[in-house]
């Protein structure tokens, strides 16, 4: 070997240090002495200057977001509190004692929604993956499942979800077949995995052919086969990409369990709907609709901290 | 002593009868795209521990020949032979040809999501099923040897253009190949950093690795070659020594190139 000592400088030059110390942002903080390097450096007058400007206008900033924002709340409570039906709104939707018996019920079927989502997920996630995988079967031999696994996506994907539901609740069973469950939970769960694992396989198929081919072509000239080029190569690359909108198909999936009650399951929604339609008070469901929001905030600011965590990891398809 | 070159003894030992079958021999090979012929009637020997030069402007169809040998393209007509072995024959395995070449690529191709050792040990590991430390034993090895050691761990987006295509070129060897393909691979990195990727093909040439390289630069090709071949819409217009060929060129259409190319200072 003839790699010598002055060869590699040359490559060591060119490379960055591991990181430079911060960006020069202006939310810095603040005029940083002569720390990070002792040459002796003092901030000159003008980079002061600079940065108190920046703080000020920062400060300005902050103070016209906050007074128009409790302006505009100010204008909408005004607006809706002096509205004619406001009194008869307040009673019928935001009644405290309704809020207070509907509670507990609601959180007992929110059980239900909750599990449906964990398994699902589950299932659509894995269902997802695999039908994508099917289409991107490459040789004649394989022609009907591709055909198969794209008929299924198609059809599913354009179908309503709430027709799904009622055809598979109501349809299923009307079909008398020994063996099959009657359960209006599990029909509405396969419903559900029905139209939503249609939903994820796009989003793989998306994310497996956003990877770039001379990926694929550089480990198949590796020696690696197109299963494992498959495997080690494209599919990690892919499944990193669509992670946020696999997850947004979540949340969605979240909400969407509420539907399962159409089939008669106790869920949150019909938890709701059943101390509403008995005592003409809609206040549960305003209760049950805050709820849904309440859980799915925190998948979604998880959605977007994992979709920033990786972008800081990795910036994807910097060597394609 | 040899890391990183071909496997030693079975295949490339000394014997005579086995000398004389050149690691890659193409015949009358023609390629075409839709009606476009891209390659026509290419002829080529690369004996064993030799390094060839694909010279020749852009269009030309080094790139071409380079993924018809890699079948990573079916030729139209003619034969590729590796280690006298008809490759081009429906029947072939072609994942199995392939672990037998090595091939870098002009921009690199490393794989974003994969840590520089990841990256070289990903065939060793997967293809010949080499156990985990072994492979990256081996791998640290041939980093350490091209002083990229600390970079074991990074991801490639982190590494220099130059780094990054002499991983590229550490992944591409670090299964032993029989045969390297090099295409443009200093093409896409400015200037101050060619040397050090150059420099590895010359230590791999003193490995007695066999290559075959597509390549803009000239001064290089005159260097390192054995053999030039000056490729010009499709056909192999000129072929011999670099003394030859860079020396005395016969045919009008290499001398206007290498007036071209030494005006381009390259040469
Ligand atoms: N996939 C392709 N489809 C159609 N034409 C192609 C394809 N790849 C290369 N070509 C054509 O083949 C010719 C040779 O290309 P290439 O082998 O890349 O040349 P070089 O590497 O010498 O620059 C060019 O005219 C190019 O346009
Ligand atoms: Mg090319």
């Known amino acids: 070997m003839t790699v010598r000592d002055g060869q590699e400088r040359g490559g060591e030059d060119v490379a960055p240090p591991p990181f430079p110390p911060a960006g020069p942002g202006p939310a810095g903080p603040g005029p940083a002495g002569g720390k990070g390097g002792d040459d002796g450096y003092r901030p000159s007058a003008r980079r002061i200057a600079r940065e108190r400007y920046r703080r000020t206008r920062t400060r300005r900033a902050f103070a016209v977001a906050s007074a128009s924002t409790l302006l505009t709340a100010g204008a909408l409570y005004a607006l809706i509190v002096n509205s004619p039906g406001w009194q008869r709104t307040r009673q019928t939707f935001f009644d405290a004692h309704y809020a207070r018996i509907s509670l507990h019920p609601i959180l007992h079927g929110l059980w239900l929604n909750l599990r449906l989502l964990a398994v699902c997920g589950a299932i659509v996630l894995v269902a997802g993956l695999l039908m994508a995988l099917l289409r991107t079967l490459r040789g004649p031999v394989f022609f009907p499942v591709r055909a198969l696994a794209t008929a299924y996506v198609d059809f599913f994907r354009g179908l309503p979800l709430i027709i799904c539901i009622l055809l598979c609740v109501f349809g299923i069973p009307a079909l008398r077949l020994t063996g099959v469950t009657n359960n209006p939970v599990l029909l509405g769960a396969f419903a559900l995995c029905l139209t939503y694992t249609a939903y994820v396989a796009e989003v793989f198929r998306a994310g497996i052919e956003s990877v770039h081919p001379s990926q694929r072509a550089a480990a198949r000239s590796l020696g690696l086969s197109n299963a494992q080029a498959m495997r080690y190569v494209v599919l990690p690359q892919a499944v990193r990409r669509v992670v946020p909108p696999l997850l947004n198909d979540l949340v969605s999936l979240q909400k969407d369990t509420g539907l399962v009650s159409i089939g008669g399951a106790v869920d949150a929604v019909y938890a709701a709907q059943i101390i509403a339609s008995r005592d003409f008070n809609y206040t549960p469901y305003v209760i049950a609709g805050l709820i849904f929001v309440a859980i799915t905030i925190p998948m979604t600011r998880f959605t977007d901290w994992v979709a920033a965590r990786m972008n800081r990891r990795q910036s994807q398809g910097g060597a394609v | ?267």
Request: some cysteine.
């Open chain 2, 1 to 267: 002593m040899s890391a990183i070159g071909p496997k030693s003894g079975t295949a490339d030992g000394p014997e005579p009868a086995l000398r004389a079958e050149p690691v890659l021999r193409m015949e009358a090979v023609r390629k075409t795209y839709g009606g476009t012929v891209v390659l026509r009637d290419i002829a080529l020997e690369v004996p064993a521990h030799t390094v060839t030069a694909l010279i020749g402007a852009s269009g030309s169809g080094k790139s071409t020949l380079l993924r018809c040998a890699n079948l990573l393209e079916d030729v139209d007509d003619g034969a590729i032979l590796l280690d006298g072995q008809d490759i081009t024959d429906p029947r072939t395995d072609v994942d199995e040809v392939r672990r037998r070449i090595g091939v870098v690529f002009q921009a690199y191709n490393l794989f974003p999501h994969m840590t520089v050792l990841d990256n070289i040990t990903l065939a060793p590991r997967r293809v010949h099923k080499e156990p985990r430390e072994q492979a990256e034993g081996r791998a640290r090895e041939l980093l350490e040897r091209l002083g990229l050691a600390d970079r074991a761990h990074e991801y490639p987006d982190r590494l220099s253009g130059g780094q990054q295509q002499r991983v590229a070129l550490l992944r591409a060897v670090a299964t032993r190949p029989r045969l390297l393909l090099l295409d443009e691979i200093t093409a896409a990195l400015d200037p101050e950093l060619v040397g050090e990727v150059l420099a590895v093909v010359r230590d791999l040439k003193e490995e007695g690795m066999t290559m075959v390289i597509a390549t803009h630069e000239m001064a290089f090709a005159r260097e390192v070659a054995d053999q030039v071949c000056f490729l010009d819409g499709g056909i192999v217009l000129e072929r011999g020594t670099p003394a030859e060929v860079f020396g005395a060129p016969s045919r009008q259409r290499t001398q206007e190139f290498l007036r071209r190319i030494t005006e381009a200072g390259r040469l």
